[in-house]
Structures are given as C-alpha cells and as structure tokens.
C-alpha cells in the first residue's frame, strides 16, 4: 500500500467511523433527553424513525451524485451535512429542532458510507481492495457495537450533548483531509440529473421502511394491520420506478445492473445477512436469560462478538482477495448459522455462550461489509459503482428491520422467555444457512479474476473520452507513515 492509498484509507476510515458511531451512541441518552425535553418515549421513538427514513433515501442520492460530480465533493458535503446536524442536535432547545438535526446528520450518514466504499474501489488496485473494504466494514461494525458503551462513559462525564457536539471537530478534520487526499473523478459534462427517478425511488423507500420499522413483534398481525398500506403503496411504485428508469438518459440506478447475475445474488445476500444482523441485538437479552446475568453484566457478553468482527473482518478483506467472494460468503453463511443454532440450543454456560458468539463473529465478518460490496465494485462500471453500493446498502438496512420484526414475532409466537429466544435464533440460524447457500451460486475466483482482467483490458484499449469522464485526481497527499 502507497502512501497515497494509506492516506486514502484514513480518510474515509475517520469518516466511516464518525457516522457509524453515531448511530448508537445515542441509544443510552434516549431515557435523559426524554426528561430534557418534556417528551414521552412514543415522542422519542421519532429520533430513531427519522433518522432511519432519512438515512436509507440518503444512500442511493449521495451515492448516485457521486458518480457523477466525483467522491471529493459528496463525501465533503456529507461530512459537512453530518457535522452541521450534530451541531443542531447538540444545541436543540426542543424536540422539534433535535429531529431536524437527526435528520441532517442521516443525510450526512447515508453517503459517507456507499461513497467511501466507492473511492476504495476507485483508488485500490483489484487485489487489494478486499484488504482494504474489510478494514472499512470493521470500523464500521465495532463502532456501531461499542457505541452504547462510549455513550454511556459521554453522559456520566459531560451530558447529553456532547454525544453530538464531538461530532463536529472530528468533521472538520475530516474536511481537510478529504480535500487532501480524495480523488476528484468526476464526469466533465454532468448529464441531466434522473430527478423524477430519485424522487419515486425516496417515495417508495420511505414507504416501505416505514412500514418495516412500524412493524411490532410482539403483535405483527395487529401492527400489519395499520402498516399495510404503506407497504403496498410501496409495491405499485416498483414497477413504476422501473418503467422510469428504462426511460431516463442517466438513471439513478440503471436497469443494466440487474442484468448481472453476481450483483443480483450480492443484494439477495445483503439482504440476507441484515436478517442475520438482527440477531445481534437480542445478544443482551438471551444472556441475561440464559445465563441469569443482570443488565449490565448481559450487556457485556457481546463484546466477543465485537472483538471477533474486529479482527476478522480486515482477514476477510485478505481471504476476498485470495480465494474470491463465493468461499467467503459460503463461510459466513454456514458459520452464522451455527452460532445462532449453538446460541438457540446449547448455550446455557458462560463458556459456551461466548464460543457461540464468537462464531457468529466469525460468521457475520464473512457476511456483512466487504464481501458484498467488493462484489458491486469489481462488477459496477466505474462510473456506477457508488449506485451499486448504496443498493447493497439499501438491502442490508431493509434486511436488518424485517429481521428485528420477525425475530421479535417468533419471540411471542411462543410465549417469549428463554424458549421464545431459543426458538428466535433457530430461525436466524436458519437465514444464515440459506445465505451459506445462495453463496454456492456465485462466481468462482478464477471466473471474478478473469472478468476483472477483461473490463481492465477493454477499459485499456478503449478510447479516452467515450463517456467524458475524467480519470480519478488526487491533491497532494499528507503523508502516513
């Protein structure tokens, strides 16, 4: 690795890891910020609504916008737009200016995620990008986990505000090292912008994961009941959508990579492993039952699961570019599974509990993060790759709501308690098998090698300015020892 890379990936690992953090840093403040402002929790479970419906249309906006007008200049806005909102979080006089801050920051949070991926992709040579997407997606997962407990240590030492204050010197630096380091790569004459595909792709991405969200697993029917029309809203725009971007000069997602089986499976997968993802969060609950713990104590027994995707994931990283996407995800599907079966069976000792989880790490490093999304950036063209990757994006995040809300409903199916946990993972461990067998269906590495050789062949021997996009530059790099 470079200097010009290693400055590269510092960069975007800041980035990644101030948006992931926030995320859940928040989740300890929600009982304190209720008492701050007046509000009932029903009121506060807004915070949480608006900054998952914001952040899922931010995605695939930011990430589109990048493609066109080139990674430095979205990835900026983004940081730029999440400092901002978490200035307005952190001085909100009122619930009403608290969510619009959210708000700002989930529009920030949705491109820094996709957009970092796709400068990875546009910096990083092919047998180096695994390597460098697991180092992101384990930033990203371990802030994401660790979260709470940092929010925790904010609170008792500074109040509430600065959860979201920190926010914005760390944006700033970030700032400057984006306008340092990132690559401009950006399309010199800008087609017409699919506006009418953006808006009825947010329309319909909005719907459904209101939906989703508002699903209630311990009364799926009732709560069915009053989504429903939502989710069919959502269901007529699809078509419609579709038919848009047929149509369009420039489409925000273009039909074409749907034509391609590998990104279709990837987003299946994606997909696939938010359902697994959601297992996560009932870690604290099954170990207090499970193994009689208190809160606190229970709390902790997903830190080897963290620990576990920290230092597995950058491995993965390195496994992707050794022996291709199809071992990996196959890995990550069966061990998964396993984990989550061992967590719904046999788990009743502490010793047994933390090996069980330790293999869902295992499992879950080869599954989530880099292996989908190294599969979007070999299989995108250059110029769609940050549309490829805000669809992974997309799949994951609808993948983790409907897990929550069908784990939660197996939960109660059964009476809740300890058996209605056990039953809850079975059927995690269940998804993560399927996952290990939709990985069965991928490429092989030597088939992913040799279309990789032969779109850097074409793009090689073709002429310069077919599409008028210009060749990624950087500015003048700090440098990383």
């Keep these: 690795m470079d200097r010009k890379q290693r400055a590269v990936l510092i960069t975007v690992l800041l980035g990644v890891f101030m948006g992931a953090l926030d995320i ?24 949480l609504t608006v900054y998952v419906l914001v952040n899922i249309v931010s995605m695939p906006l930011m990430a589109r916008l990048s493609d066109i007008y080139g990674r430095r200049a979205i990835y900026t806005l983004d940081v730029i737009l999440f400092g901002a909102g978490s200035l307005l979080a952190a001085s909100a006089p009122d619930l009403g200016v608290f969510l619009v801050g959210r708000g700002i920051q989930a529009a920030g949070a949705g491109g820094i995620f996709p957009v970092a991926n796709a400068v990875i992709g546009d910096t990083f040579p092919p047998e180096r990008r695994g390597f460098a997407l697991g180092i992101v997606g384990a930033l990203w ?3 994401a986990i660790v979260g709470p407990l940092l929010g925790v240590i904010i609170l008792a030492v500074a109040g509430w505000a600065w959860i979201f204050a920190i926010n914005f010197p760390i944006a700033l630096i970030v700032m400057w090292l984006s306008f340092r380091n990132l690559p401009i790569a950006r399309e010199e004459e800008p087609p017409a912008f699919d506006w009418l595909g953006m808006v009825v792709l947010d329309i319909l991405l909005v719907s459904f994961t209101y939906g989703v969200n508002q699903l209630d697993g311990e009364n799926l029917i009732g709560s069915l009941n009053a989504v429903w029309p939502f989710l069919a809203f959502s269901a007529v725009l699809l078509p419609i959508f579709w038919r848009i971007e047929h149509r ?62 920290f230092v597995g994931m950058p491995g993965v990283g390195r496994l992707l570019d050794r022996v291709g996407s199809r071992i990996v995800l196959m890995f990550g599907g069966l061990a998964t599974s396993l984990g989550m079966i061992m967590l719904g069976t046999i788990a009743a000792s502490t010793s047994v509990f933390i090996l069980s989880t330790v293999i869902v790490g295992l499992g879950l490093s080869s599954l989530l993060g880099a292996p989908t999304r190294y599969i979007a950036v070999n299989e995108a063209d250059p110029e769609d790759r940050g549309a490829a990757l805000a669809i992974i994006g997309v799949f994951n995040s609808i993948g983790i ?48 090698r040799a279309m990789i050789e032969a779109r850097e062949t074409a793009d090689s021997t073709e002429p310069e300015e077919p599409t008028g996009r210009t060749e990624p530059e950087f500015a003048p790099s700090i440098e990383v020892e």
């Design 24 to 47: 859940t840093i928040v989740a300890p403040a929600f009982p304190v910020l209720e008492e701050a402002f007046g509000a009932s929790t029903r009121d506060m479970s807004w915070a």
């Design 141 to 143: 997962g371990v802030a």
């Design 401 to 448: 709501a409907l897990g929550s809300a069908l784990a939660g409903a197996v939960v109660t199916s059964v009476g809740g308690g300890l058996t209605g946990f056990h039953q809850a993972y079975l059927f995690v461990g269940a998804i993560g098998f399927i996952a290990g067998l939709l990985g069965a269906l991928l490429k092989s590495r030597e088939e992913e």
């Design 248 to 309: 369009a000069e420039d489409p925000v997602v273009k039909p074409a990579l749907f034509s391609r089986r590998q990104i279709v499976l990837a987003n299946i997968l994606s997909g696939t492993a938010g359902l697994g993802e959601a297992g996560i969060f009932f870690l604290p609950t099954l170990a207090g039952l499970a193994l009689g713990l208190g809160e606190r104590s229970a709390g902790l027994m997903i830190m080897p699961l963290a620990a576990t995707m």
